[in-house]
């Protein structure tokens, strides 16, 4: 499912991936953590095609995407990888259902599908009572929830997460983890998790755990 090569980032002067080998399989649920600095969210960025790496592959579904063409990767991130942030990033001039359904209007998907898909993501998330609600009007497990139809929305192969619990409660927090294990599980969804919650991250399938730039265990 994906597999990396050597990959190095620098910013500057500062080496923060020093070289980076590992593997995740379709249906996984990956924790990557470590302290700050340790370069979790550049290694997360570099999987979801957001930042090139200085050197090194990056392989998802027998693709090397960083060999791909701008066009050519754009479109390969709208259509295998869907992500969800720390901070929901959802537009407040849309109710919930416009949000969601972003990426798959700008992915030129067939209106008819993807709103199906969306109602039938609103249900799978318990949050079809929502649809015609702006962000403004959600709670902040709402606004996340939201954040993952929109994550879905074109069936991605694989889910990044980038501390998503970071600004919710206790509750919230297990809400939303209880929910990665569902897509998982119910789904095959493949996840890759950014945390510093080690709680969280001990229910993971496995974890991935970041010192100074490198994969230590």
């Known amino acids: 499912m994906i597999s990396t090569e050597n990959i190095k980032k620098s910013f500057g002067q500062v080496d923060v991936l020093k070289g980076i080998n590992i593997s995740i399989d379709k249906g996984e649920l990956v924790s990557i953590v470590g302290a700050s600095g340790a370069g979790k969210t550049t290694l997360l960025q570099i999987l979801g095609t957001l930042l090139n790496p200085d050197e090194g592959k990056v392989i998802i579904n027998s693709t090397d995407v960083f060999k791909l063409k701008n066009k050519a990767i754009a479109k390969f991130r709208n259509q295998e990888l869907g992500f969800v942030f720390q901070f929901h990033q959802l537009l407040p001039e849309f109710n919930a259902f416009e949000n969601a359904i972003l990426p798959a209007m700008l992915g030129k998907v067939n209106p008819k599908e993807y709103k199906h898909r969306a109602h039938e993501l609103f249900d799978f998330l318990n949050i079809s009572h929502r649809l015609t609600h702006k962000p403004n009007e959600l709670s902040g497990g709402e606004q996340q929830r939201v954040a993952v139809a929109r994550a879905l929305i074109n069936q991605p192969s694989v889910l990044f997460a980038d501390e998503p619990t970071g600004n919710l ?39 991935l755990r970041m010192k100074d730039g490198l994969i230590v265990s």
């Open 169 to 207: 409660d206790s509750n919230n927090t297990q809400e939303l983890f209880d929910l990665l294990l569902k897509l998982k599980i119910e789904l095959n969804q493949t996840v890759v998790l950014v945390t510093h919650n080690e709680n969280l991250a001990e229910k993971s399938d496995r974890i």
